[in-house]
């Protein structure tokens, strides 16, 4: 796989260009390129450097011959809509919506014109992105990572890890368009096991001490961690309150494993990320959206942290830890 890690120094010279590209564009007649996401800069180092690739591998390169526009939200959901808004009137030649089924729809609804390629961890028929997988149609397409279909699945795999729960809590994000979806298939699937779901909903107004203070009163035995942007900036937070009080969590990025979360089932991200650059190479060249099918990740991956497993006093199944694609020791 291709390596995308970048330095933060070279992405902050990178993202400084921003302000000169759209001067350049106009000047030399390069095509500009929206790219708007729910979150911030510093998270996303290793994913733009993913759409970056994507986008040279079709033969674009931002700075020479395509600018690149950047918009961050800061996890502002409110303020998605008037960041795509300023893009449209900038009038770029095709906008990335990323970081969530938020940003997609703040895209789709701010213009019908403008091609629009996503990335999202829902499904984009039932947020009404799109009516067709394989045929679009209009000027929307992109990647869904799936993410919300592994909702029970994840689920399962926790319940691996403590097979005796009675309670396991469960952090959703109300600003999610998918975090009513997850919730469902979770709720559904415990239910079915006779347990009980807490839900907490947590966003930036809540923060993560209170949330966690409330799994720990309501005598919690597990928590499942939702897919969403926001969480995945603050996994560190997450990770570090979730050793604090011993709960055993399972998330839907490998990032959380990888900084000590104990186990996480999913798609890759940076993936994602660069199949959207793909994609937007691609308009870039002439193809229309709505003749580019919707990319579903099917490739999904188990990590699991050996080190965490140990400090919170788990008896891993040895199938299990067998069955895992990737383990961190």
């Not at 895209?107 to 679009?136: C, M, Q, R, W, Y």
């Not at 990740?297 to 140990?310: E, V, Y």
Request: charged share 15%; with cysteine; net charge neutral.
């Amino acid at each position: 796989m291709t390596n995308f890690s970048v330095g933060r120094r070279e992405f902050a010279s990178l993202l400084g260009c921003a302000a000169v590209w759209p001067l350049a564009a106009r000047a030399q007649a390069l095509p500009v390129i929206g790219f708007v996401n729910s979150t911030s800069p510093d998270p996303t180092l290793q994913r733009v450097a993913a759409f970056r690739q994507g986008l040279n591998e079709i033969g674009y390169v931002g700075g020479q011959n395509a600018a690149i526009e950047f918009r961050w939200a800061e996890n502002q959901t409110y303020r998605l809509q008037s960041l795509v808004g300023d893009l449209v009137r900038r009038r770029v030649a095709v906008i990335a919506a990323t970081g969530g089924t938020a940003a997609a729809l703040a895209a789709k609804h701010a213009t019908s014109t403008i091609p629009i390629v996503f990335e999202i961890g829902g499904d984009p028929i039932a947020n009404g992105l799109v009516e067709n997988l394989n045929e679009p149609g209009g000027n929307v397409t992109g990647v869904s990572l799936n993410v919300v279909s592994l909702a029970q699945s994840q689920f399962e795999l926790l319940r691996k890890f403590k097979p005796k729960a009675s309670v396991v809590a469960m952090f959703v994000n109300p600003d999610n368009p998918n975090s009513g979806a997850q919730q469902a298939r979770v709720e559904a699937a415990a239910h079915a096991a006779g347990m009980e779901v807490l839900i907490l909903r947590v966003n930036k107004e809540t923060g993560f001490e209170q949330p966690f203070m409330t799994l720990i009163q309501r005598h919690a035995d597990a928590l499942f961690v939702s897919n969403d942007s926001y969480f995945l900036e603050w996994r560190r937070e997450i990770i570090a309150q979730a050793a604090v009080h011993a709960v055993p969590t399972i998330y839907a990025s490998r990032a959380y494993a990888a900084d000590g979360g104990l186990m996480s089932f999913g798609a890759s991200i940076i993936d994602g990320y660069h199949q959207v650059g793909a994609y937007v190479g691609r308009i870039l060249k002439g193809e229309k959206p709505g003749d580019l099918p919707i990319l579903n990740s099917a490739k999904f991956k188990l990590s699991i942290n050996l080190t965490t497993a140990r400090t919170l006093g788990l008896d891993l199944p040895p199938a299990l830890v067998s069955s895992a694609d990737e383990v961190i020791q």
